[in-house]
């Protein structure tokens, strides 16, 4: 389904082949990555995985990776990648965050990037408690919000990225610890900071002949009007939880 002022973001990434869309890019990604994960035999679910960059950088680090997304283009795409780096060990799965065709008690860890906020936030905490092994850890960098923000405005991003609501820092753990995650209180980040700049194979990898079409000039052109002018009312954390019971 269309968006009356032009294509649904998701559609969008994945007609632009957006390979890092959350806040921070890929540098953001690594520096989580880095900090939280330990070399080993870790068994690791990335969800909403979209073109497999991520996946990609876990499976060559030798982590055994699971990764799935909704969109059968974005799961083309990741796979696409995967075979053009060599990577034969992935396993790639089409499914629904909220739903997640896994068995209980599989992964280490569940690594999550922007992809929880766009979902029903309790259901999809609950799934990733339950997929992970005893003591497994979630790493979900998500969007904050930071600072009361017209209703208008507020209304208007809800619509157009689908969100149900866009949480607090106090509301994002209040829900890991109702969905049984233990979870020191994050730092925050700023929503576009410099040290997050996008990285210039980040650029390299979109297609830019799309910006032809004016739908996703369009699509382009209302994400900036709402997120990027909008960006003093949120912040980004990074997650680290450990699943309790």
């Known amino acids: 389904m269309k968006d009356v002022n032009g ?29 939280a994960l330990e070399p080993g035999e870790l068994r690791i679910l990335e969800v909403g995985c979209g073109t497999g960059k991520t996946a990609c950088y876990l499976a060559e680090k030798g982590y055994r990776v699971t990764a799935l997304d909704q969109h059968p283009l974005m799961l083309e795409k990741a796979k696409r990648r995967a075979e053009k780096q060599g990577l034969t060990g992935i396993e790639w799965v089409e499914g629904s965050v909220e739903r997640l065709p896994l068995e209980d008690q599989t992964f280490d860890v569940v690594y999550a990037e922007s992809v929880t906020v766009f979902t029903d936030v309790p259901k999809s905490l609950k799934e ?21 923000i017209p209703q208008p405005i507020y209304e208007e991003i809800l619509d157009y990225f689908k969100f149900n609501k866009i949480l607090s820092l ?31 194979s980040e650029l390299q990898e979109l297609d830019l002949t799309m910006l032809f079409d004016p739908e996703i000039g369009q699509g382009i052109m209302k994400y900036a009007d709402l997120m990027l002018a909008q960006e003093s009312y949120f912040r980004v954390c990074d997650f680290v939880a450990h699943k309790s019971g």
């Open 7 to 35: 294509m649904e973001y998701m559609d969008l990434l994945s007609r632009l082949g957006v390979a890092s869309a959350h806040p921070g890019g890929f540098k953001a990604t690594k520096r989580l990555l880095e900090k």
């Open 128 to 148: 990733y408690h339950r997929v992970l092994k005893p003591n497994g850890r979630l790493l979900d960098r998500e969007i904050v919000l930071f600072a009361e």
């Open 170 to 200: 106090d509301e994002w753990m209040g829900s890991l610890h109702q969905a049984g995650f233990k979870a020191d209180r994050p730092s925050l980040d700023d929503f576009r900071g410099p040290q997050f700049a996008a990285e210039h």
